[in-house]
């Protein structure tokens, strides 16, 4: 394995154009759970019940019920090794985009800055009556469902089944894939739309394509230049450490 990751440090030398794209197995470690797989929030929750825009404004106390206890993991929730490790790739000039499928906020509050959330962030709230925005902070969750003080719904800032991901991220995303040179997919099994096209983007625009996951994908065969089967928060500190080593300053 350590010959494999020094396989990949070497990519990173002389290129300026890299993209990560990750998922929900990069915050399994920091204790927020994956919404696939048999320990997944869906074999719990029938997405179309408790996920979809239709459903909240249904039923939004229903709803409300899964969302808080995803509340209560991701206000708990810390960085690990993996966040930090690609925080600091960005602050060696490594990455050029984050892109992550995540709504935990946690490459922020690793250090990371140029992050684009495909699926909005569970730290924000938002009014579906007057649109204003909220920290999480800011809410009190005494009510159910919380409302807003003009009477409106509030829903975390997060993209439902129905709802479109906003123009802005897809943009940012789909134009930096287009003319990346490496992209690192971490903790995704790339099977989710639009987030699962940016690799093939990256492929397509000549970028080698690593993947970084405890288990095969759709990508592993077809897609992924080198396949990296492990836990990220092992991998990509020692990715970090090698990159260092193996590359220009």
């Given at each position: 394995m350590k010959e494999m990751i020094g396989k990949v440090a070497g990519f990173f030398n002389g290129?300026?154009?890299?993209?990560?794209?990750?998922?929900?197995?990069?915050?399994?470690?920091?204790?927020?759970?994956?919404?696939?797989?048999?320990q997944g929030l869906w074999s719990k929750y029938d997405p179309m019940e408790y996920a979809s825009i239709d459903a909240f404004c249904n039923n939004p106390v229903k709803v409300w019920k899964m969302l808080k206890e995803?509340?209560?993991a991701v206000a708990c929730a810390e960085p690990n090794p993996a966040h930090y490790s690609l925080a600091?790739?960005?602050?060696m000039g490594r990455v050029s985009l984050l892109?992550?499928?995540?709504?935990?906020?946690?490459?922020?509050?690793?250090?990371?800055?140029?992050?684009?959330e495909f699926h909005g962030s569970q730290r924000r709230l938002r009014c579906l009556s007057c649109g204003r925005t909220f920290s999480r902070n800011e809410v009190m969750m005494l009510e159910d469902p919380p409302r807003c003080l003009c009477g409106g719904l509030i829903k975390p800032?997060?993209?439902?089944?129905g709802e479109e991901i906003p123009e802005r991220a897809i943009k940012a995303a789909f134009a930096m894939s287009s003319i990346?040179?490496?992209?690192?997919?971490?903790?995704?099994?790339?099977?989710?739309?639009?987030?699962?096209h940016l690799p093939l983007l990256a492929k397509q625009a000549g970028a080698?394509?690593?993947?970084?996951?405890?288990?095969?994908?759709?990508?592993?065969?077809?897609?992924?230049?080198?396949?990296?089967?492990?836990?990220a928060?092992?991998?990509?500190?020692?990715?970090?450490?090698?990159?260092?080593?193996?590359?220009?300053?």
């Open positions: 290129i300026q154009n890299i993209v990560v794209l990750t998922g929900a197995g990069m915050s399994v470690d920091s204790g927020i759970p994956a919404f696939r797989g048999s995803l509340d209560e600091e790739l960005e602050r892109v992550t499928q995540n709504i935990d906020g946690l490459h922020q509050a690793a250090g990371s800055r140029q992050v684009v800032d997060i993209v439902f089944f990346c040179q490496l992209m690192l997919v971490v903790g995704s099994s790339a099977q989710v739309a639009p987030a699962s080698r394509v690593v993947e970084i996951n405890l288990e095969k994908t759709a990508l592993s065969e077809e897609i992924s230049d080198v396949v990296l089967l492990g836990d928060g092992e991998i990509l500190p020692e990715l970090v450490e090698q990159i260092r080593e193996k590359c220009d300053d």
